[in-house]
């Protein structure tokens, strides 16, 4: 059984309003077997393409390798646009070594909530993918009941939106409380390409252009949030 540690911690300032919940990294992530194009950073991975979708909206030109620059980079626009990083999952055991969602096991959850409740200026949870199971928003809603806390769903349209309410650690009042909106993102992960083509707005645009492909298709989603 391989033990599955989330390798970075949760990346949070002060100012942070938007947070990007995941997972957590492939395991060569925490073994440090690293690919020549990953970055050792949170959605370090090449083949996940998050920032690939970051790069071609921001025209950054951002570094894929294993150098302190191109970490600086990724930590700068994270900074500068007032985004947070901290997946839902902590550890995980499993029986094969891959970056499934479905094969984790025995799985600890972070306390996202008290993030939430630590960084006050955060209002939007923007999941990288949506409610299937052992996926970010689905982590989530399991972590919310430990809260009594529910989802309230504002629009059913991809990308999903939900929204919820806390209060703050100082329950003074229901002045305290303050309401966070998510945000269900197309998983960046290649497996999502089968239910991206079923999309009916992918269909649409696929028509008016065959060269507009799933990767166009995240880039379009991804801007408007990101």
């Known amino acids: 059984m391989f033990k599955h540690k989330h390798p970075y911690p949760p990346f949070i300032n002060k100012d942070t309003k938007k947070l990007i919940v995941g997972t957590l990294p492939p395991p060569r992530f925490s073994t440090?077997?690293?690919?020549?194009?990953?970055?050792?950073?949170?959605?370090?991975?090449?083949?996940?393409?998050?920032?690939?979708?970051?790069?071609?909206?921001?025209?950054?030109?951002?570094?894929?390798?294993?150098?302190?620059?191109?970490?600086?980079?990724?930590?700068?626009?994270?900074?500068?646009?007032?985004?947070?990083?901290?997946?839902?999952?902590?550890?995980?055991e499993r029986q094969k070594i891959d970056a499934s969602d479905l094969g984790m096991q025995n799985i600890k959850?972070?306390?996202?909530?008290?993030?939430?409740?630590?960084?006050p200026n955060i209002n939007t949870i923007l999941f990288t993918g949506?409610?299937?199971?052992?996926?970010?928003?689905?982590?989530?809603?399991?972590?919310?009941?430990?809260?009594?806390?529910?989802?309230?769903?504002?629009?059913?349209e991809t990308p999903k939106v939900h929204q919820f309410v806390i209060s703050s650690n100082t329950k003074k009042s229901n002045m305290d409380s303050r309401l966070i909106k998510t945000v269900s993102?197309?998983?960046?992960?290649?497996?999502?390409?089968?239910?991206?083509?079923?999309?009916?707005?992918?269909?649409?645009?696929?028509?008016?252009n065959p060269a507009f492909n799933p990767f166009d298709f995240r880039v379009m989603q991804y801007s408007e949030f990101l």
């Open 32 to 92: 440090g077997n690293l690919l020549e194009k990953d970055v050792n950073f949170c959605y370090g991975s090449y083949y996940n393409s998050l920032w690939l979708f970051i790069d071609k909206t921001h025209s950054l030109n951002l570094l894929y390798d294993h150098s302190e620059a191109a970490i600086q980079q990724r930590k700068d626009f994270l900074i500068k646009h007032k985004i947070g990083v901290c997946d839902i999952v902590d550890s995980c």
């Open 109 to 119: 959850l972070r306390d996202v909530i008290g993030y939430l409740k630590q960084y």
């Open 130 to 156: 949506g409610n299937s199971k052992n996926g970010p928003e689905y982590f989530f809603r399991k972590h919310l009941k430990t809260y009594n806390i529910q989802l309230k769903l504002v629009s059913k």
């Open 185 to 208: 993102l197309t998983s960046s992960s290649g497996a999502a390409n089968i239910s991206i083509a079923s999309n009916p707005l992918y269909k649409q645009l696929k028509a008016k």
